[in-house]
């Protein structure tokens, strides 16, 4: 979502951690520089059938969550497509299960449209889910080994938002790509453009030599796998312990 300086951080007198003092996992909008974008190009860099009309519409995918609808940034049904719970109480199996049904449509329609302008932006906006997903603010994972960081927590977006636990409303400072302009990306945008470049791979590859659901499927199971210690919204909120929504 295209968020806003954190006006509570200036009432304490802290310097507010706005987008334009580094990279984030956001979309260009005027002085908010480029996020995803840069994780795109990054993650496709040296890959032969990316060319450049190839690129503009992978750029184009990976922003059309951001920029399709303003509407859209707080509706539950959307969240999937940033990696994030749709309700505060939402069990984390529930919003796994969204968002690699929402990766798994978004690959097929892909695949039908092949390696056209329109497949390409279909795989563009399935890194965009798959890059928040390493984004600390939509998920907290455990380091793992072997490309494998099992998901711990996914994080709830909401206006209300305030618990540590959660998204940040309207800017979150863990949201970081890099900590500042043109600078090395961190650990986990790192982890995100090695995942994006392993999906690319798997797309074209499957446009070349259809392999079948299972491959999509490993690749979930080794990017958006739940871990065994992972925690929910009911270890953390009194209301989930009662049944809230």
């Known amino acids: 979502m295209i968020r806003t300086p954190d006006a509570q951080a200036r009432r304490r007198g802290e310097a507010p951690a706005t987008p334009d003092r580094g990279e984030h996992f956001v979309v260009r909008s005027g002085p908010i520089p480029e996020g995803h974008e840069r994780l795109t190009?990054?993650?496709?860099?040296?890959?032969?059938?990316?060319?450049?009309?190839?690129?503009?519409?992978?750029?184009?995918?990976?922003?059309?969550p951001y920029t399709e609808s303003i509407r859209n940034h707080l509706i539950p049904a959307q969240?999937?497509?940033?990696?994030?719970?749709?309700s505060l109480c939402q069990p984390l199996a529930a919003a796994l299960s969204e968002m690699r049904n929402h990766l798994a449509s978004l690959h097929a329609r892909a695949l039908a449209a092949g390696p056209s302008a329109t497949g390409f932006g279909l795989a563009g906006e399935a890194l965009h889910l798959i890059q928040d997903?390493?984004?600390?603010?939509?998920?907290?994972?455990?380091?793992?080994?072997?490309?494998?960081?099992?998901?711990?927590?996914?994080?709830?977006?909401?206006?209300?938002?305030?618990?540590?636990?959660?998204?940040?409303?309207?800017?979150?400072?863990?949201?970081?790509?890099?900590?500042?302009?043109?600078?090395?990306?961190?650990?986990?945008?790192?982890e995100a453009v090695r995942a994006s470049r392993e999906y690319l791979a798997l797309i074209l590859r499957e446009w070349r030599a259809p392999a079948g659901p299972a491959a999509l499927r490993a690749y979930m199971d080794r990017q958006l796998s739940l871990s065994a210690s992972h925690t929910e919204p009911r270890d953390h909120h009194f209301t989930c312990r009662l049944g809230r929504r």
């Open 133 to 190: 997903s390493y984004s600390p603010a939509h998920v907290a994972r455990s380091r793992g080994a072997a490309g494998r960081h099992p998901i711990t927590y996914i994080r709830y977006y909401g206006l209300t938002t305030s618990s540590p636990q959660e998204h940040q409303f309207p800017f979150d400072r863990r949201d970081l790509v890099a900590p500042v302009l043109g600078g090395p990306l961190n650990g986990w945008a790192r």
């Open 41 to 64: 190009r990054d993650a496709a860099a040296g890959l032969a059938a990316i060319g450049p009309a190839q690129m503009s519409a992978l750029i184009a995918g990976v922003r059309r």
């Open 79 to 86: 969240q999937r497509r940033h990696a994030l719970r749709a």
